[in-house]
């Protein structure tokens, strides 16, 4: 069974950048769609991102689109999130996870890219936040 561990979060001022890594292990990674979703304090888990397999295609919720930048290395078994002009808002762990079902066409993952059930193995989180 796959397991992915997070790292890269930490404390940053409005404005700054930081970098989240997610390392996959003992199983499958190359060929799954992956995400990355984030819960703050109180508030339910959100979508911040997906990206295909291939690594051709990626999607973002609206609230981060234009400053984050999801990216894999499938040879390394890495998943990323460039995170730019970050918000006090954008506080929360970060949590990266992989789509059930491999070999799935990013056509059809695309309606349900946002739904976290739609994810089975998830990693433990990286606190990111954001002082003002």
């Known amino acids: 069974q796959v397991q992915l561990e997070e790292s890269g979060g930490g404390l940053v001022q409005a404005g700054g950048s930081l970098r989240l890594s997610c390392a996959a292990s003992?199983?499958?990674?190359?060929?799954?769609?992956m995400g990355w979703f984030r819960q703050a304090p109180g508030k339910e888990r959100e979508f911040v991102a997906a990206?295909?397999?291939?690594?051709?295609?990626?999607y973002y919720a609206d609230s981060v689109k234009g400053r984050f930048t999801i990216s894999r290395d499938n040879a390394k078994n890495m998943l990323y999130l460039q995170m730019n002009s970050l918000k006090p808002k954008d506080m929360a762990v970060y949590s990266c996870?992989?789509?059930?079902?491999?070999?799935?066409?990013?056509?059809?993952?695309?309606?349900?890219?946002?739904?976290?059930?739609?994810?089975?193995?998830w990693g433990q989180g990286t606190q990111v936040t954001v002082s003002s």
């Open positions: 990206i295909s397999w291939s690594t051709d295609n990626t």
């Open positions: 003992g199983g499958t990674f190359s060929n799954y769609v």
């Open positions: 996870a992989r789509r059930r079902r491999g070999g799935v066409s990013w056509s059809s993952a695309l309606p349900t890219l946002r739904m976290s059930y739609q994810y089975d193995v």
